[in-house]
């Protein structure tokens, strides 16, 4: 692939496994949480519950569903005002819970082989990432290797919406058919990307059935894979 000049990631799932790092972020912020509010304001929260309050919330307010962020504070805030706190309590107590589960959500735990393909791949080709999530790339030290992370909460529209994949290109100053993205979404990268005629690498990171029809220029189960595809 002579004319690739750069290459695109997605984040969560493609770099590291979510589902670990979420859980643990989430149980810090409910264990600092119950340390802050009255024991009667946490009974009954749970990640079932506190998902059918966010649900409640996407509902009500579509337009925020992409910024994972203010989604988040903004079913805290649900949440305990529903138990009785104030919207002035509720929004601290929020801000608090917001803060601890950040920080631990940036604790993630890259694949095998991620970060030596990383250091490899950053010495020929500009890397930047491409997310629908709020993990904060930059302040992690995944991010040394990386021109840049954009994140879905930052724009109109998440992927498979072209506006961040457009971006990218714009800020590598690049052509559509000089980059690679690598993600494992067939929707939001695979064909996100194809859309504007970014070659694409399905990262089957579940190592899945490989469906015939998945559209992507190439499938790997492990990133150490891109460094034979880009010879």
């Known amino acids: 692939m002579k004319s690739i000049r750069a290459l695109t990631f997605d984040l969560d799932n493609t770099l590291w496994e979510t589902d670990l790092s979420i859980f643990k972020a989430e149980d810090a912020m409910a264990s600092h949480l119950r340390r802050l509010s009255p024991p009667d304001w946490m009974e009954g929260f749970s990640l079932d519950t506190f998902r059918a309050v966010r649900k409640q919330i996407v509902e009500e307010q579509p337009a925020i569903a992409h910024n994972l962020t203010v989604v ?3 079913t805290l805030i649900r949440w305990f005002e529903n138990q009785g706190a104030t919207k002035s309590i509720a929004e601290k107590l929020a801000s608090e819970g917001f803060r601890i589960f950040y920080e631990e959500r940036q604790k ?3 694949y095998p082989d991620t970060v030596e393909t990383l250091e490899i791949l950053a010495k020929t080709y500009p890397l930047a990432a ?3 999530g709020n993990a904060d790339l930059m302040a992690m030290p995944l991010g040394r290797y990386f021109q840049f992370s954009l ?3 930052h724009f109109p529209k998440p992927k498979p919406d072209p506006v961040m994949f457009e971006e990218a290109l714009k800020r590598l100053s690049i052509q559509p058919n000089e980059c690679l993205h690598i993600g494992d979404d067939i929707e939001h990268d695979v064909i996100g990307a194809n859309r504007l005629g970014i070659r694409t690498v399905w990262f089957n990171t ?3 059935v490989i469906e015939e029809d998945v559209p992507a220029d190439h499938t790997i ?3 150490k ?3 034979d595809i880009l010879k």
């Open 221 to 223: 189960t492990n990133l």
């Open 206 to 208: 579940r190592a899945l």
């Open 151 to 153: 994140q879905s909460q």
């Open 225 to 227: 894979q891109l460094l």
């Open 72 to 74: 988040r504070r903004e």
């Open 108 to 110: 993630v735990e890259p």
């Open 130 to 132: 491409i997310t629908n």
